[in-house]
């Protein structure tokens, strides 16, 4: 078989293109692979950061306790560690409404909140001693919270029937 010149040079050139298609074609597979593979490992460190920064629930995140005393209805809750209490998303009211007086205890501290702006809230604990109208019959307390993760919790909202109250 004779072949020219020209001839072998079109195989040569042919055969060149042919497998640097199937270089480029399996770089492009190789490299489909892995982003693939590291797109899941980056999913699954995201997941796995998600489950370690578990965000709590309301009622763990601040503990809420209401007892009587001589002194009034204390009102007192304990934060987990980064988690704070806003000072001005506090409101008590009663029923029916009375005359309220409020004691607050606990040390604030001013943060420039993400949400809110500068505001003042309570780390650790926050305690609120009221004295109500012998008349009320019922507490109504809401109060927000968030953790220093940047979930905010949306309000909590709680009645307490004040004859149901502890004694201390």
Not at 28 to 33: D, T
Request: include cysteine; glycine fraction near 4%.
């Amino acid at each position: 078989m004779i072949v020219s010149f020209s001839t072998f040079v079109q195989l040569t050139k042919m055969t060149a293109t042919q497998n640097i298609e199937k270089i480029l074609k399996r770089f492009l597979f190789i490299s489909y692979f892995l982003l693939i593979f590291t797109n899941l490992s980056a999913k699954s460190n995201f997941l796995d950061g998600l489950s370690k920064n578990k965000v709590l629930p309301v009622d763990e995140a601040f503990i809420f306790e209401a007892v009587i005393q001589q002194k009034g209805i204390i009102l007192s809750w304990s934060m987990k560690e980064n988690c704070f209490l806003y000072n001005d998303k506090f409101e008590i009211t009663t029923s029916p409404e009375t005359n309220l007086s409020i004691n607050t205890t606990g040390k604030t501290e001013r943060i420039n909140d993400i949400y809110f702006g500068d505001v003042d809230v309570f780390f650790n604990s926050v305690e609120k001693t009221l004295i109500l109208n012998p008349e009320s019959k019922f507490i109504n307390i809401t109060y927000q919270g968030c953790n220093a993760q940047g979930f905010c919790y949306p309000p909590v909202n709680k009645q307490i029937e004040i004859n149901k109250l502890n004694n201390l």
